[in-house]
């Protein structure tokens, strides 16, 4: 897994087949939590776990694709159990 602690607010979240997913807002226990006005999630933000993280660069790249968050990620912040 990468190092979550290079992942900053307003960094581009990518799929590993290309597609951008949104912009990160925070970190939340153990969840990326993606801006609310993201492709059109009517003011919802929504959560994704630090393990699809596959590196950080100038971007977090996760290493799922869209689909797969797609149907994964969350609405509402749930801490991920160790």
């Known amino acids: 897994m990468a190092n979550v602690n290079d992942i900053r ?3 581009h979240v990518i799929t590993d087949c290309g ?7 925070g970190l ?3 969840l990326i939590r ?5 492709l059109d999630f ?3 933000h929504h959560y994704i776990p630090v393990e699809w993280v596959d590196r950080v660069d100038a971007r977090v790249h996760l290493n799922r694709s869209w689909p ?5 990620w ?6 991920v159990e160790a």
């Open 9 to 11: 607010p307003q960094m």
């Open 19 to 25: 597609t951008v997913i949104g912009l990160v807002d």
């Open 28 to 30: 939340e226990d153990g």
């Open 34 to 38: 993606l801006s609310g006005s993201d």
């Open 42 to 44: 009517r003011g919802d």
């Open 68 to 72: 797969e968050v797609e149907h994964d």
């Open 74 to 79: 969350v609405l509402e912040a749930v801490p």
